[in-house]
């Protein structure tokens, strides 16, 4: 019997680790703009250590074990029919191919921000973004990080500490940061923030200007929507969380009113036989938090169960964000619980026991060695 070909559109954090899990059983073909994993994790460490984020979360497809049965697509998505059981992809050189599929898995992300964009982008591309944001922010004496999520949260932490002569300001519009987070969470933060020298600025709200889209590290005044002063800094790092999800490429009936796609609790889009969806660009719930949860587990097994017939599982998201905040640490990194208990990794077991053994063996199944990526010099 032939074997099913599942196509997954988007190679991202979510599209990895689904293609890992459905490649032993199917025929896989990933579509991906970047080629390797760019990881939408850890913008902190990625702004101020961008070596030390390559070496974990910018990693070629290549040395995935698991995606060598994957046979991967470097290129932009550009169509789907639904009803002939294909997408588009456009490849670099310019090309036009159809891919045809028995399932079609949606995982294409959201645009976040400079360092999360939809293009087509070489090896090299990726090395110059994250070594150009970073030798800006170096270069600069004062940084205003314009957002209370966990994003700006991060940023703001990690540029403190990288460059403690820099001054750096945290500006948000609640109360506190973290308004997703457990209140134990958002009071660890805030005192982590202030300890390595953050000045934490609340009920700050932007005045976005119409059509601004929050892609570049500016320099301009930032105007604020309550009438406080104007503030004026070196680089504004923007992380107010204003996504984009990126389905221009597929039919706008599976969409919901703000672009993002459609889906059952068992992550089925409706009304499209063996068309699933995962990942930030589903509409799960108001957080789509089958990004942050592991729902490529599920998603495999309820692939497996469209062709099988067999009963399907459903998608239950948590009540608010747990996980990482701030990233590694001087002294380790501190993952949250849902409940706003922080588990601590010490600094020693980051590179001997949770990135070698958790993350690369145990999650990914194995990751080769490879060449490191050398972003930052001297």
């Given at each position: 019997m032939?074997?099913?070909?599942v196509v997954i559109?988007g190679?991202g954090?979510?599209?990895v680790?689904?293609?890992i899990?459905?490649?032993?059983?199917?025929?896989?073909?990933?579509?991906?703009?970047?080629p390797?994993l760019?990881?939408?994790?850890?913008?902190?460490?990625?702004?101020?250590?961008?070596?030390d984020?390559?070496?974990?979360y910018?990693?070629?497809f290549?040395?995935?074990?698991?995606?060598?049965?994957?046979?991967?697509?470097h290129?932009?998505?550009?169509?789907?029919?639904?009803?002939?059981r294909?997408?588009?992809v456009r490849?670099a050189d310019?090309?036009t191919?159809v891919?045809?599929?028995?399932?079609?898995?949606?995982?294409t992300?959201?645009t976040?921000g400079?360092?999360?964009?939809p293009?087509l982008?070489s090896?090299?591309?990726?090395?110059?973004?994250?070594?150009?944001?970073?030798?800006?922010l170096?270069s600069?004496r004062?940084v205003?990080?314009?957002?209370?999520?966990?994003a700006?949260a991060?940023?703001a932490?990690?540029?403190?500490?990288?460059?403690?002569?820099?001054?750096?300001?945290?500006?948000?519009p609640g109360?506190?940061?973290?308004?997703?987070h457990?209140?134990?969470?958002?009071?660890r933060?805030?005192?982590?923030l202030?300890?390595?020298?953050v000045?934490?600025h609340?009920?700050h709200r932007?005045?976005?200007?119409?059509g601004?889209?929050c892609?570049?590290?500016t320099s301009?005044p930032?105007?604020w929507?309550g009438?406080?002063?104007?503030v004026?800094?070196?680089a504004?790092l923007?992380?107010?969380?204003?996504?984009?999800?990126?389905?221009a490429w597929l039919p706008?009936?599976?969409l919901?009113?703000?672009?993002?796609?459609?889906?059952?609790?068992?992550l089925?889009?409706?009304?499209?036989?063996?068309?699933?969806?995962?990942?930030?660009?589903?509409?799960?719930d108001?957080l789509?938090?089958?990004?942050?949860?592991?729902?490529d587990?599920l998603?495999a097994?309820?692939v497996?169960?469209?062709?099988t017939g067999?009963?399907m599982?459903?998608?239950?998201?948590?009540a608010?964000r747990?996980g990482?905040?701030?990233?590694?640490?001087?002294d380790?990194?501190e993952?949250?619980?849902?409940?706003?208990f922080?588990f601590?990794?010490?600094?020693?077991?980051?590179?001997?026991?949770?990135?070698?053994w958790?993350?690369?063996r145990?999650i990914y199944r194995?990751?080769?060695a490879g060449?490191?990526?050398i972003?930052t010099?001297?």
């Open positions: 032939d074997r099913k070909r559109a190679l954090d979510t599209g680790l689904t293609a899990r459905l490649a032993r059983r199917f025929d896989v073909v990933g579509v991906s703009v970047n390797g760019v990881s939408g994790q850890e913008l902190g460490t990625r702004l101020a250590r961008p070596d984020w390559a070496r974990n910018w990693i070629g290549d040395r995935f074990r698991e995606l060598d049965r994957v046979r991967t697509v290129g932009a998505l550009t169509g789907a029919d639904l009803s002939a294909t997408v588009s490849d310019g090309a191919r891919e045809p599929y028995d399932a079609l898995v949606i995982s992300g959201v976040n400079f360092w999360r964009q293009v982008q090896a090299r591309d990726v090395d110059t973004g994250l070594r150009t944001a970073h030798e800006r170096g600069a004062s205003a990080v314009i957002g209370g999520g966990a700006a991060s940023s932490a990690n540029i403190a500490v990288r460059w403690p002569d820099t001054r750096v300001g945290l500006y948000y109360e506190h940061p973290l308004p997703q457990h209140r134990r969470t958002r009071k933060v805030e005192s982590r202030a300890a390595v020298g000045t934490l609340p009920g932007a005045a976005v200007p119409e601004f889209d892609a570049a590290i301009e930032v105007q929507t009438g406080q002063a104007p004026q800094a070196d504004v923007w992380a107010i969380g204003r996504v984009r999800p990126n389905t706008a009936d599976i919901d009113e703000r672009g993002f796609v459609r889906v059952t609790p068992e089925r889009v409706p009304g499209h036989d063996g068309v699933f969806a995962v990942g930030d660009v589903a509409a799960t108001p789509r938090s089958s990004a942050r949860n592991r729902a587990g998603l097994r309820n497996a169960a469209h062709f067999g009963r599982r459903s998608y239950r998201p948590p608010g747990w990482s905040v701030l990233g590694v640490q001087p380790g990194l993952v949250f619980a849902p409940n706003g922080a601590r990794f010490p600094s020693w077991s980051i590179e001997r026991v949770l990135q070698p958790i993350v690369r145990g194995g990751v080769r060449d490191q990526n972003v010099k001297g």
